[in-house]
């Protein structure tokens, strides 16, 4: 199977000095998706928990609301000149075949650093969220909520070493990091991180929080609603479209969380004033 990181030959400068070394780079290959034996999509991506990627990257388009939707997931052909599997192409199962996306069309090539690329119509990108996240009675305390993106940096052991990835946790209300994926695209992080609640039998993800290390996107709102996840923080800004999203849906959304401050566009009922109020 391929590996995460790859070593490669860079010359090195420096205050006019020049050297050779190694240097470790996050590993970017494509995954084709198929759903019951036909092609969907090739998606590019970091080798590594695949299986979860393709089951978030499921629940995201509304294709699977819980294990029960998914029969398996397998890897298939893909095989080098050699005869060596590559494990570049999955192909999950369906329990109901209503579900396989007859009418969905997407491009064939979905870049890293986009997940609802290649969609006909502006409109097919609101994919209908099956959740009530305006009800969802998740508190989190401003402490607790200042911890998480230390809590997700310090889980990021692959960009330790490659500086050039993006990484996604999942957080209870009280600041426990249940599972974190690192990946070359955002919105990958987050399918993988929602794949395994999925696998895992936890959707809906009531009263837990999704820490991204980059931006909150439309598409990582729209894939934190499709979980259940009543809350999105982000090191970095949102985008107006995603501020809409969350206000509509009744989402917390989480900007600019770092050094002890963040920015809250919705939903701030959710976070504890400081006098616990």
């Known amino acids: 199977m391929a590996r995460a990181t790859e070593r490669r030959r860079t010359v090195r400068l420096q205050d006019g000095q ?106 097919a990108i609101r994919t209908k969220v099956p959740y009530d996240l305006a009800a969802d009675g998740l508190r989190i305390d401003p402490d607790t909520l200042y911890g998480l993106p230390d809590a997700l940096r310090a889980a990021q052991k692959m960009f330790d070493s490659t500086g050039g990835l993006h990484a996604a946790g999942l957080f209870t209300a009280g600041g426990e990091l249940l599972c974190l994926r690192e990946d070359v695209g955002r919105h990958n992080a987050v399918d993988k991180v929602v794949g395994w609640a999925l696998r895992e039998g936890r959707l809906p993800l009531r009263g837990h929080v999704l820490m991204v290390s980059g931006r909150a996107s439309f598409e990582l709102t729209q894939k934190a609603a499709m979980a259940g996840i009543p809350m999105l923080a982000a090191v970095s800004a949102p985008s107006s479209l995603a501020v809409d999203l969350a206000e509509e849906l009744g989402l917390t959304l989480v900007g600019f969380l770092r050094n002890r401050s963040a920015n809250v566009y919705t939903g701030a009922e959710r976070i504890s004033a400081p006098d616990g109020d």
């Open 18 to 123: 020049r050297s050779v070394r190694p240097d470790s780079l996050a590993a970017e290959e494509p995954l084709e998706i198929r759903i019951n034996g036909t092609a969907l999509t090739v998606s590019m991506r970091t080798p590594g928990d695949d299986f979860d990627l393709v089951a978030g990257f499921l629940v995201a388009e509304g294709m699977v609301a819980g294990p029960d939707g998914l029969a398996g997931l397998r890897y298939c052909a893909g095989a080098t000149d050699e005869g060596v599997n590559t494990y570049n192409v999955i192909d999950a199962a369906l329990r109901h075949r209503a579900a396989a996306p007859a009418t969905l069309h997407r491009n064939l090539l979905t870049s890293s650093a986009c997940g609802i690329c290649g969609r006909e119509t502006i409109e």
